[in-house]
């Protein structure tokens, strides 16, 4: 079946074979809980048939996102604690974040955000804040990167991401623009000369990090709007989110960065599931997920090896989380392990 339009309500997603009507009141209930929108190009990959498709499991509302643990919370990396103005997040010195939209074309049922995006969210910037936010990374000289995030920025229309890339264009201290999106990958029609223009707009270095989760997700449509991207001068790189049920399986991650390197796409970071509420189904350990990403190496190509990060609860940033390969001995001497698990001393006792 095709769908042609955004889904957004159980009852639409029961009349596209997405849901099951028997399965229609408790997705309901969670609807008016957290966003829920399926876009038709998600829709189109969705396999109706397959009860666990990683891909429905990452946008369709599950019941078990009612279930809460006491771990969890609302601001699970601590945006909060580093908003200085509305709109902006100044965890690190060189860069900020600027979330000028808490709107995504679909919400994925993890959402780190899930508290601040959707149609309830916290909305987008007025013109007051985004001159406020504006002001701010042009009064902080140290400020070299700015990160457009949200929500997804590259929902704003081509005029208003112009504007916006217009004032970062006259600041001389920021060098670098850097778009974190899933665009290119759930609204691939999306990504046209307008909108591909108003994203170089602020003539700086211009990066768009792409969100998949899952190889499927990177259709022939999705791989031809990064094309469209990457060959008009935009560096990708991408981000996914380790997830039980979508991702957690040695092959399938591998297929997926493969996949983001046939793209001309650098993998760049693997997340640990952050600690939002009822997403405790998608979670796994820490020791799962070194053990998932230490199969990479060895298995496909450098290129294609993401570092894995977890964002420290309170506001603290990223931390490296991958396992060490290398154990110190003492007196100068190491114990490193190669791709298979064999160790070797470093230096070489003979
Ligand atoms: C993740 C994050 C960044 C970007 O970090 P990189 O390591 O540069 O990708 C910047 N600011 C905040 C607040 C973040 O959470
Ligand atoms: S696209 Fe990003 S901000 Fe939007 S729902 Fe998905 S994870 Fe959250």
Not at 241 to 251: C, I, K, Q, S, T
């Amino acid at each position: 079946m095709t769908v042609n339009r955004t889904l957004r309500t159980a009852h639409e997603l029961v009349e596209a074979g997405l849901v099951d009507a028997a399965a229609a009141e408790a997705v309901s209930r969670v609807a008016s809980r957290y966003a829920v929108a399926v876009s038709p190009a998600i829709a189109k990959v969705i396999d109706r048939s397959d009860l666990n498709d990683p891909i429905a499991r990452q946008f369709l509302p599950d019941a078990a996102e009612l279930t809460l643990t006491p771990e969890e919370r609302a601001d699970p990396i601590g945006d909060g604690a580093h908003s200085p103005v509305t709109g902006i997040v100044h965890r690190y010195p060189d860069r900020v974040l600027l979330k000028a939209v808490h709107v995504c074309p679909v919400y994925c049922r993890f959402c780190f955000r899930r508290e601040m995006v959707g149609p309830e969210g916290l909305g987008t910037l007025t013109a007051a804040e985004l001159d406020a936010a504006i002001a701010y990374i042009e009064g902080q000289p140290e400020i070299w990167e700015v990160i457009l995030t949200g929500g997804d920025p590259l929902v704003l229309s081509p005029r208003r991401l112009t504007e916006i890339m217009e004032r970062l264009s006259a600041i001389g201290h920021v060098k670098v623009v850097r778009f974190h999106t899933r665009v290119p990958v759930v609204e691939p029609e999306r990504i046209d000369a307008a909108l591909i223009a108003a994203l170089k707009a602020s003539g700086k270095a211009t990066y768009v990090a792409l969100h998949a989760n899952h190889p499927r997700e990177l259709s022939a449509e999705a791989r031809a709007a990064c094309a469209r991207l990457i060959d008009a001068g935009i560096v990708m790189v991408s981000q996914s989110v380790l997830l039980r049920g979508v991702n957690d399986d040695a092959e399938v991650l591998a297929e997926l960065m493969r996949a983001f390197v046939e793209t001309r796409i650098k993998p760049y970071y693997l997340h640990h599931p952050d600690l939002a509420p009822g997403t405790g189904h998608f979670r796994l350990t820490i020791e799962e997920g070194q053990a998932l990403v230490a199969s990479l190496r060895g298995r496909v190509s450098g290129l294609c090896q993401p570092t894995y990060v977890l964002d420290i609860p309170g506001g603290h940033g990223k931390a490296v989380i991958s396992a060490s390969a290398i154990e110190a001995e003492g007196g100068g001497c190491y114990t490193v392990s190669d791709f298979r698990g064999n160790e070797h001393a470093y230096p070489p006792k003979s």
